[in-house]
């Protein structure tokens, strides 16, 4: 039988094809195939020592995947002309140019697959994380979106009347808007952080900061070259590093064979690191043959990365995340924009920037950020709208992420419209009530409504909300909704009883509700806390105990055990049977309940008093409230 040299087989991979591997004996395959990557000894893995192994690491046919297979997977899944291919002795392999596309890749230190995405499982740590993280992310858009509104529905209730001087204004729309701009950050990021760690193991670290190329277009003609490229793969690069000996294990060592054998599993309740594809799902790329291996998709996505300066992992964005990734980013980017304007506005309105033309005020200082802000809005939620289709009308009753995606696209268009109309060359055109005021006002709602379903869509463990489709698991209640709302049945035709046996969330509907409740009073506590802060010295009569000073205290006290509050809602899912502890549940309920109501009465009270001390007057700086 014809034999073929170590060095041949090497040539014979790297040439694509792995024919030759066919005809050796049987002491060469098992020389072949018991090879172990060799350790080095001493310093850090170079680019050239790294390639070097993987070129031989590509000899061992049947067994663990080769990593030519993996490459030309990855090219498919790319959406390249080449794929992975295999010879009739069983070995695999890849094009060429597949292997060529894929060297470039990993030194620029991407993974060699995609994570793969899939509805965790209940009760493990990947689950309570989606929970957490998508909870958090709902709430502080809500939160966010109520904030608006109260800012918005002040500044449109003075249409018909002179507005308030400087400081109530501040204090009703300026500051409402500022505050609930920051929650739309922290809502933007937590969804941009959960995207970037779809596919993290949970045994790494998180990452922070990950860049990924926008497209596929950006990939193929600058290559990651362009100054907006390289800026954000040194700022991701800090971030998105993992330690060394992650990368080391992969090889060498006993960990190689733990990271593609399909065999190998985790222990402790974590996912296994074997496939979550099957086997038809390779069968069915581009150029490849029947194959009976399985593909091993990490979720975690570690993989063999190297770069010329230190080992680090960079994030490959799976086109079902890539909308969440560049999503999320959009509403941070708008976030930060729509926040500069705002912050403009306080500051005019404080009389800190008076030596400033009123023009270059309103136009660069207030308008300009508010129209970016809108215009980065209007990207992120037409990605939403764009993943959900959510311009098939005949969606709108069989999936809820029709309603968030439309609900934050028309939010995000007339934030647009009333930016680009705060410009004091277009501002004459027509009332600022009906151009700028009216357009904010029901943008916040829309805003509201949008995260008031993503908090319902946490609910029935929809984790991905409206941007990662892949991970939302369509419970039994979820799919009953759905075919009522389909069939045109009403939904109160669902009794308790089918509640009880088709409800297989954690959090039950009265919890919900008072999820609800605890979002609002934590926002309206923090519209407290304004108040105490601006409008305290304009009381009539401040003496005794009265003061402002604990006024400030009183609101500040009163706003952090609504976030205690707020954050036990997250973890306490039921009323618990066992006595004294659902009465306390309840009575939190009713002290939260009875906190709301005080808190609109008190609105009403502080605008009130605040009048005469504080008196009435045109404001002269801002186009919002302004």
């Not at 400033?356 to 990207?379: C, Y």
């Not at 419970?475 to 009794?495: A, F, H, M, N, Q």
Request: aromatic share 12%; net charge negative.
């Amino acid at each position: 039988m014809e034999t073929i040299s170590e060095e041949e087989a090497q040539s014979s991979a790297e040439m694509g094809t792995t024919e030759g591997v066919g005809t050796t004996t049987t002491a060469d395959i098992e020389h072949i195939t018991n090879w172990q990557p060799k350790v080095f000894e001493e310093g850090p893995v170079t680019p050239e020592s790294a390639a070097e192994e993987l070129a031989r690491f590509r000899m061992r046919a049947g067994g663990d995947m080769s990593v030519d297979f993996r490459d030309g997977y990855r090219s498919w899944r790319l959406g390249r002309s080449t794929g992975a291919t295999e010879s009739t002795s069983g070995a695999v392999g890849c094009h060429p140019a597949a292997r060529f596309e894929a060297t470039i890749d990993r030194a620029e230190a991407t993974v060699a697959l995609y994570p793969r995405l899939a509805p965790a499982e209940r009760n493990t740590a990947r689950y309570w994380w989606r929970y957490t993280v998508s909870y958090w992310v709902a709430t502080s858009f809500m939160i966010g979106s109520v904030l608006f509104v109260v800012g918005a529905a002040f500044d449109y209730a003075h249409k018909h009347s002179d507005r308030p001087n400087a400081v109530r204004t501040s204090s009703t729309v300026q500051w409402p808007y500022f505050i609930g701009g920051i929650f739309f950050m922290v809502g933007s990021y937590l969804g941009f952080f959960a995207a970037i760690n779809l596919g993290r193991r949970e045994d790494s670290e998180p990452r922070f900061v990950v860049f990924a190329p926008p497209c596929y277009l950006c990939r193929l003609f600058c290559r990651r070259l362009c100054v907006f490229c390289y800026l954000m793969r040194r700022l991701a690069k800090r971030q998105s590093r993992v330690l060394a000996h992650e990368i080391s294990s992969g090889l060498h060592g006993d960990d190689s064979r733990a990271l593609l054998d399909p065999s190998s599993s985790t222990t402790n309740g974590r996912r296994s690191l074997s496939s979550s594809a099957t086997t038809s799902d390779i069968n069915t790329t581009r150029g490849g043959t029947d194959n009976t291996q399985e593909e091993q998709g990490i979720e975690g996505g570690n993989s063999i990365v190297v770069d010329r300066e230190e080992d680090f992992q960079e994030l490959d964005i799976e086109p079902e995340a890539w909308h969440s990734y560049w999503g999320y980013l959009s509403y941070l980017i708008g976030a930060v924009w729509f926040q500069l304007g705002i912050l403009a506005e306080i500051l005019i309105s404080s009389e800190y920037i008076q030596a400033v033309p009123h023009s270059i005020k309103q136009n660069i200082l207030t308008a300009l950020p508010a129209t970016l802000g809108g215009v980065f809005f209007v990207l992120g939620s037409m990605l939403a709208v764009e993943l959900n289709e959510s311009w098939r009308p005949s969606l709108a009753f069989t999936d809820v992420t029709w309603w968030v995606s439309n609900a934050d696209f028309i939010g995000s268009l007339l934030f647009l419209e009333a930016g680009i109309f705060s410009f004091s060359d277009i501002s004459g055109i027509a009332s600022d009530s009906l151009t700028i005021k009216l357009p904010y006002l029901i943008g916040s709602f829309g805003f509201l409504v949008a995260s008031t379903l993503e908090l319902f869509m946490w609910r029935v463990d929809l984790h991905g909300l409206s941007f990662v489709r892949a991970i939302n698991k369509s419970t039994k209640l979820y799919e009953l909704v759905r075919d009522l709302l389909k069939t045109g049945d009403p939904l109160l035709s669902i009794t308790s009883d089918t509640f009880q046996t088709q409800d297989v969330s954690g959090v039950s509907l009265n919890q919900l509700g008072f999820v609800f409740v605890v979002v609002l009073t934590y926002a309206f506590s923090i519209i407290d806390l304004v108040f105490a802060v601006r409008l305290s010295p304009c009381r009539q009569s401040p003496s005794g105990f009265w003061t402002s000073a604990y006024d400030i205290y009183d609101a500040a006290l009163q706003s952090l055990i609504c976030f205690a509050a707020l954050a036990l809602a997250s973890v306490v899912h039921t009323v618990p049977r066992q006595r004294p502890f659902g009465m306390l549940l309840w009575s939190l309920r009713v002290v939260m309940v009875f906190l709301l109501v005080r808190y609109v009465w008190k609105f009403v009270y502080a605008w009130k008093t605040s009048a005469h001390a504080c008196g009435q007057g045109r404001s002269k700086h801002g186009h919002r409230g302004g």
